[in-house]
């Protein structure tokens, strides 16, 4: 992992995997864009994001506390508009820890000094027991019916395979405010992130069924993509 990494902090929480649409009108998110596209090779278009703690994506002010805990995202599509606003897709990779945010040197557009934040080896099921995979996939599953009752069904895609990546998958799926989504993405341990996942959606179950309504936050806003 480059460790000066261009960034874009954001109000929501970013997962690997995730699929990420975003609208870029500030003139120091258009410099990260244009200076990615330099890159030649697609597959190095990489930025980092982290949540916002305290403060706002955009404006002179901007964000005043940030978590140190963030995912770093590949370019994959990028429009520019005619007003010079651009329309762009990413996708999450893996995570890093930001240990400081500074201004480019030529003060363009933040960077972030990272070091990559990896995954606690659990051996090839990521020591995720076949019992706690088959209970997050059938919690899930009945959370789709109970939504596409509601709404119709954000998700897109089949859950992936790999136990890690389905902890993500569901951490993104999940109808979680932002501390919350937070805390999942900071969990090391797949295991342990997925069975929190699937206690926050019995909980979001448990309630949908006492008092139909809409979940606390929109599932699946992005799609997921394990690429």
């Known amino acids: 992992m480059d460790p000066s990494l ?17 609208n ?30 305290e403060g706002y994506e955009v404006g002179d002010h901007g964000a ?15 429009t520019e508009r005619p007003d010079g ?3 762009i897709v990413a996708v999450g990779v893996d995570r890093f820890d930001l240990e400081r945010l500074a201004p480019h040197p030529e003060g363009k557009f933040p960077l972030g000094a990272v070091l990559a934040r990896p995954e606690l080896d659990g051996g090839p099921d990521g020591g995720v027991g076949e019992e706690l995979l088959q209970q997050a ?7 789709r019916v109970a939504l596409a009752e509601l709404q119709a069904d954000p998700w897109e895609g089949r859950l992936p395979q790999d136990p890690s990546w389905l902890s993500w998958a569901l951490a993104a799926g999940a109808p979680l405010p932002l501390p919350d989504r937070q805390e999942l ?4 341990d797949p295991a342990q ?26 599932v699946a806003r992005t799609r997921w993509s394990p690429n």
């Open 6 to 22: 261009p960034m874009f902090p954001l109000n929501t929480v970013t997962f690997p995997g995730l699929t990420v649409p975003l």
């Open 24 to 53: 870029v009108f500030e003139d120091r998110y258009r410099a990260l864009v244009r200076h990615l596209l330099e890159i030649e090779d697609p597959a190095e278009r990489m930025f980092g994001t982290v949540a916002i703690r």
């Open 64 to 78: 005043q506390s940030l978590f140190r805990v963030g995912v770093r995202l590949r370019l994959t599509e990028a």
């Open 85 to 87: 606003t651009f329309g």
């Open 137 to 143: 996939r059938s919690t899930f599953t009945a959370y």
């Open 185 to 188: 993405l900071e969990t090391d």
């Open 193 to 218: 992130r997925l069975g929190h996942v699937v206690d926050l959606l019995r909980e979001e179950l448990r309630a949908m069924n006492v008092i139909p309504s809409l979940p606390a936050t929109e």
